[in-house]
């Protein structure tokens, strides 16, 4: 059982930066591929991006591309997401969730995909 708490989330005006992170405990983080999803109100939950077990590929969905990077440190269990340039229409609540063994990028940008979830963190980007 994996268990994934993320932090880092706040309120940062439109055009800034925040880095959210993602602590696992209860398994080996290196055998997961590690995603970050986001949910605004109303809306239904948004893949962001992701990182393979393995190889380290990561994926972005294309609102993020060049603005996003999510990075992991394996022996210290944490997964991060560092958001640049910072829009209004990012603020969500952002969950990160784990992958036995995902590599494969189809199931890696599909939430359905994931074994486990963190209850998330609130971003909000005032305009």
């Known amino acids: 059982q994996v268990q994934l708490v993320e932090s880092g989330g706040g309120l940062v005006q439109a055009g800034g930066s925040l880095r959210i992170s993602c602590a696992a405990s209860?398994?080996?983080?290196?055998?997961?591929?590690m995603g970050w999803f986001r949910q605004a109100p109303g809306k239904e939950r948004e893949f962001v991006a992701a990182?393979?077990?393995?190889?380290?590929?990561?994926y972005y969905t294309d609102s993020v591309k060049g603005r996003f990077t999510i990075s992991r440190e394996n022996a210290k269990k944490t997964v991060n997401l560092q958001m640049n340039s910072l829009k209004p229409e990012d603020t969500a609540v952002y969950s990160c969730?784990?992958?036995?063994?995902?590599?494969?990028?189809?199931?890696?940008?599909?939430?359905?995909?994931?074994?486990?979830w963190g209850q998330g963190t609130q971003v909000t980007v005032s305009s």
């Open positions: 209860g398994g080996t983080l290196s055998s997961y591929g």
């Open positions: 969730a784990a992958l036995l063994w995902g590599q494969n990028r189809d199931r890696l940008t599909r939430g359905s995909a994931y074994h486990y």
């Open positions: 990182i393979s077990y393995s190889t380290d590929l990561a």
